[in-house]
């Protein structure tokens, strides 16, 4: 039997399938895509919705065609039809997402939802390597997050020796230190998970903490990855030594002692959120009570019947400051901006068994789930982002499309306030939405209501050992105090000492750290076989950050092989391929919402430059990361 499934548990499952990705699965199942005709498209942009907006006659004729279709399946042989054409699967990504893909998508969407075989971005050698030249290859790895791990599975696949060195005393990076209240993914998890490692387990559509950590574990556990890892490990420099075209990495230990490593090549995978950005606020430091970051959560303290203030309403404040509300006599945020915030659906939702079921055991539907997610998650909503040149309300919004999405927004945030005109003023920004990162409303709103919680929007004057005194000299008595004010995400490599050919220092190249730039985000002039994930410019701010993970991977293992096969011992990117992507790059910027000139965010260096983000749609960075081409180096 092909399915573990009698006809009742199959029709039950089927009741909670999102239709516009079993369909397309059905006709890979079957081949026969003259199914496709027999039905509407969705409509567009329906990511989260299960019925696609299908009229209930031809949600039950899906249904009833999935079912008998699935029964012959669990009942015949295991044989799968060929492949569907290229020109199948584009018709088929039509329909799915209810509208025209552009035709260069569909060999990204073939990769990315995995929907011919499961691990298309496996790593290959093109030409057999020499096995000596492969035998005294070593890459160091810092940082064992997403990306760490994403890059340490291909290494594993090229048979190339490494070694990650990681600060923590576990893997995990984000999902590992962050641990307050409510914390969840806002990117929809079977797309924000790696390509190559589809989890039909999740218990949420935006699951919570613990179950990443879980994930990123266990697929470093089946990858043979742990065992690689040095834990407590942190990276505090590293130097290229031209002659032997190596690098010398120096680690520290917890216990303070040092070791050097040596390297071929070294990848920084030190996440863009990991170093805590404490505010420099007069008298921080002679608060009594608790006082911690958000990103170093003291679990131990008591929070019940406490008068406790949050400084900081970014995208961790929304997440545990509804949670925080529930128990405490007297919670206080102390707003500097407000954030645009929207309601979905599926935020908290949890997965019923049934949609697991089918994710694990019908083949296909788990690609083409990811799919819908993917584009309409990512590049669809992109034009969003784009400034219209033309438009006429550029105080408030910088197009039509971006101007609905305010309109809504504001609606919502208005009913959530139960209208009171003073919430209101302090709730809605003065910049446009998605300026700054968009949040999902975690009860949010609602919570600004509560009797034991107050909004302050007056700025903070001090810190004294008891209160925080605002600038109107207000003083707000306080047991707890809890700083979610974010981290150093404009500081890349930081506060390692990397220093290149000619003793080059990275953060001196960069303006004293603070005007950051790399080729693709991945790769520096002077810095040989040296490669950043989440580098500069490469925080997507639609889609998901382990697609950008998994290209950079992929460039950087095209870099590595094109090293090894050849014998060659260093890449160093060319300074006019540097520059000039760079000014391109600061080009597209001037186009985006982010430079609208209401938008102050961690995105900009203090000359207003972008610094954090990617102008490019996640095609266009796909495609410039899928090949590196060697004439874009200098090759030794
Ligand atoms: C609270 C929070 C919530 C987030 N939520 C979302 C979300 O909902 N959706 C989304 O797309 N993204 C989210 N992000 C962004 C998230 O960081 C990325 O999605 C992703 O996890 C980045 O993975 P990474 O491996 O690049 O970096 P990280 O996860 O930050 O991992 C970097 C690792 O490098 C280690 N490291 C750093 N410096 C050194 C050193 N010198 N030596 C040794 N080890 C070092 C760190 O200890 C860490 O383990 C969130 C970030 C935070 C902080």
């Given at each position: 039997m092909n399915l573990p499934a009698d006809d009742a548990t199959l029709a039950e499952a089927l009741e909670s399938a999102n239709l516009p990705a079993l369909l397309p699965a059905i006709v890979q199942l079957t081949?026969?895509?003259?199914?496709?005709?027999?039905f509407p498209a969705p409509s567009p942009g329906m990511m989260g919705a299960v019925d696609g907006n299908f009229s209930p006659e031809d949600q039950a004729a899906i249904r009833a065609l999935a079912f008998e279709v699935l029964k012959t399946y669990r009942d015949g042989d295991a044989n799968l039809p060929p492949l569907p054409s290229k020109e199948q699967l584009h018709e088929m990504m039509n329909w799915c997402a209810g509208e025209a893909l552009p035709p260069e998508y569909v060999p990204l969407a073939i990769e990315e939802a995995a929907l011919e075989e499961p691990d298309p971005r496996r790593f290959e050698w093109e030409q057999r390597p020499d096995p000596a030249v492969l035998r005294d290859f070593h890459v160091v790895i810092i940082g064992a997050g997403f990306g760490g791990v994403c890059a340490a599975v291909r290494l594993e696949q090229a048979g190339i020796a490494y070694t990650i060195c990681e600060k923590n005393d576990s893997v995990g990076g984000t999902w590992y230190e962050n641990s307050y209240p409510d914390l969840r993914v806002d990117v929809p998890n079977h797309f924000y998970s790696y390509s190559f490692e589809p989890n039909p387990d999740w218990s949420n559509y935006f699951s919570r903490r613990d179950e990443l950590e879980a994930y990123i574990g266990a697929c470093a556990r089946k990858h043979g990855i742990l065992e690689r890892v040095r834990l407590?490990?942190?990276?505090?420099e590293a130097t290229y030594d031209e002659p032997s075209a190596q690098w010398r990495v120096r680690i520290r230990g917890e216990d303070g002692s040092e070791e050097v490593l040596t390297a071929n090549a070294v990848i920084s995978a030190v996440g863009m959120l990991n170093r805590p950005q404490f505010p420099s606020i007069d008298g921080v430091d002679s608060f009594e009570g608790p006082c911690f970051h958000s990103s170093r959560w003291q679990h131990d303290v008591e929070f019940e019947g406490k008068r406790v203030g949050v400084i900081g309403t970014g995208a961790s404040a929304m997440q545990f400051v509804p949670r925080l509300a529930e128990n405490v006599s007297k919670l206080t945020v102390f707003q500097r901006a407000a954030h645009w915030a929207t309601f979905n659906a599926s935020y908290r939702a949890t997965i019923s068994d049934e949609f697991k079921w089918l994710l694990r055991h019908v083949p296909y539907y788990h690609g083409w789930y990811r799919f819908l997610l993917f584009w309409a998650g990512s590049d669809r909503v992109f034009p969003v982002f784009r400034i219209d040149p033309d438009w006429e309300h550029p105080d408030r919004s910088i197009g039509m499309a971006n101007d609905m999405f305010r309109t809504a927004a504001i609606t919502y945030i208005k009913a959530q306030l139960a209208n009171d005109p003073e919430l209101i003023d302090k709730c809605i920004p003065d910049y446009p939405p998605l300026g700054k990162r968009p949040l999902l409303d975690n009860g949010w709103y609602k919570t600004l209501t509560r009797d034991n919680v107050e909004l302050v929007t007056d700025g903070i004057r001090e810190v004294t050992p008891d209160a925080v005194i605002t600038a109107d000299g207000t003083k707000h008595p306080l047991d707890v105090l809890v700083l979610?004010?974010?981290?150093?995400?404009?500081?890349?490599?930081?506060?390692m000492q990397i220093i290149g050919r000619g003793g080059v220092v990275l953060q001196d190249r960069w303006e004293g750290g603070e005007n950051p730039r790399a080729y693709l985000g991945i790769t520096m002039p002077d810095f040989p076989n040296l490669f950043c994930m989440y580098g500069p410019n490469t925080n997507p701010v639609v889609g998901s950050v382990i697609f950008m993970l998994e290209c950079q991977t992929n460039y950087i293992m095209g870099c590595l092989r094109a090293l090894i096969e050849n014998g060659h011992r260093s890449l160093e990117c060319r300074e006019g391929v540097h520059d000039e992507y760079n000014e391109r790059l600061d080009a597209e910027m001037e186009k985006m919402v982010w430079r609208h000139p209401n938008v102050r965010s961690y995105y900009n260096n203090s000359a207003g430059r972008v610094i954090t983000n990617v102008p490019w749609t996640m095609y266009a960075y796909w495609n410039m990361t899928r090949t590196p081409d060697l004439a874009e180096f200098h090759v030794r």
């Open positions: 081949g026969d895509a003259s199914l496709l005709q027999r407590g490990t942190e990276v505090v979610a004010t974010g981290f150093h995400a404009g500081k890349f490599l930081w506060p």
